[in-house]
């Protein structure tokens, strides 16, 4: 007899989307190495896969802070004098790292203040929605990370007019805006860093929007955090020189390898958001080990020592971005650690992936709807811990992979949303 349950199975194995993730498993079994698990890592970056070594460029470690020993003994450290998880939350009470945490943050960021979060995505599910109400609208870049979209739709459920305008699209976003006229407030959402192509938001012309239309800036900066500008704070500070109207998501589980999201601006603002933010005063904290973690890693940040590893970080883009370049592939980003290369159509895409992971090497595989349908590329992540062997080794595979594969050349660019011509980021 069947119950309730496998109805409901059968009904969303029909929707659109369960449908679409379906026929790529049936039709790319070989292709799609989603279930693979890691077996081993070691301290250069690489790892082991279904028992092959294979040099990892798909981490968001990107600097080489997760095999830190100062990191990792900070977290034992935390263990020992914390135990493993303070077990309450934070609407009770709050630890001493954590609060240490965020002071130091907002001092490494040039912030008022900060507010942990256990991931960005419940920082965005939770700040979002907590900034606005009923009388209020929320727009955000059709391509901002999904967990924009998932505030949005809370957002929009307590009454909030929510809308999309095109990717990096200053003059979409005043359209939008004007046509959402009357409203009391605005936030506009973009991401700092686009985790699929790599591109940057244009900052200083959404802020100029913002302050003319009664809307502040809301910037996830998740792939910015520790990379990008002084001190790695990110691309906020970089572009618009304060946070006076702006708030700034980071991230505290990529660069820095510990575990959590937080976001920083105005201390007005972020005691607000300690007052409205469902994820922080219904959910649990990040445990106290990875505080700990988290206050050396800004230590580093705010050492000398960082400018040793950011200058291992950028010329291993460097290298990247100029050899991909001299082979004529379509480099997407290319000025931060994440470095796209543009393949086309779904299965191209796919089986691209897999030949480098042959060639030993892992890059990300991506495909929609992670960016749009038809515009598959290969995200490439790299790490300061990269030494140039390994990227002079992909850069090997990659040329062995083009006379393989019919991938787009630098002067036929297939569209992507706020790219219809070569970027100006690949290298001449
Ligand atoms: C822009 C952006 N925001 C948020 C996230 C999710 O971060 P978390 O894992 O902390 O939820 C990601 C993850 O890749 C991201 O790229």
Known sequence: ???????????????????????????????????????AIRPNRTFQIAGRWLNNF????????????????????????????????????????????????????????????????????????????????????????????????????????TAKFAHNDGADLLRMLTDLRPYRHAVIAVDGVYSMSGQLPPLVEFQRIALQNEAILYVDDAHGTGVLGHRGRGTVLEALGNYDNTLVAGSLSKAFSCFGGFVAGPAAAIDLLKLRSNSLIFGGPVPPPYLEGVCTVVDILNSPEYDAIRARLDAN?????????????????????????????????????????????????????????????????????????????????????????????????????????VPESIPA
């Open 58 to 161: 798909g981490s968001d470690s990107f600097l080489g802070f997760d095999q830190d020993p100062r990191v990792q003994e900070a977290i034992s450290r935390g263990v020992r004098a914390w135990g493993t998880h303070n077990g309450s939350s934070r609407a009770f009470s709050s630890i001493r790292p954590n609060v240490t945490a965020e002071e130091k943050i907002a001092d490494w960021m040039g912030a008022e203040a900060a507010l942990i979060y256990p991931s960005v995505t419940l920082a965005n599910t939770s700040a979002l929605p907590g900034l606005l109400t009923r009388h209020d609208v929320l727009v955000a870049d059709q391509l901002a990370h999904n967990s924009i979209d998932e505030g949005l739709k809370i957002a929009k459920a307590r009454g909030v007019r």
């Open 1 to 39: 007899m069947s119950l309730p349950i496998d109805r409901l199975i059968a009904s969303l194995s029909r929707t659109g989307m369960t449908r679409f993730f379906q026929k790529l498993l049936d039709e790319y079994p070989d292709l799609l190495m989603k279930d693979q698990t890691v077996e």
């Open 317 to 421: 883009v460097h290298r990247l971005t100029e050899g991909a370049g001299a082979l004529g592939l379509v480099v997407l980003g290319g000025k931060v650690p994440i470095v796209s290369i543009l393949v086309g159509a779904e299965e191209l895409t796919l089986q691209a992936g897999k030949f480098l992971f042959e060639q030993g090497y892992y890059v990300q595989s991506v495909i929609f709807p992670a960016v749009p349908h038809g515009a598959g590329v290969l995200r490439i992540q790299v790490n300061a811990n990269h030494v140039a062997e390994q990227i002079d080794g992909l850069l090997a595979a990659l040329a062995l992979l083009k006379k393989a594969l019919p991938l787009p050349q630098a002067s036929t660019v297939i569209q992507f949303p706020g790219l219809t011509t």
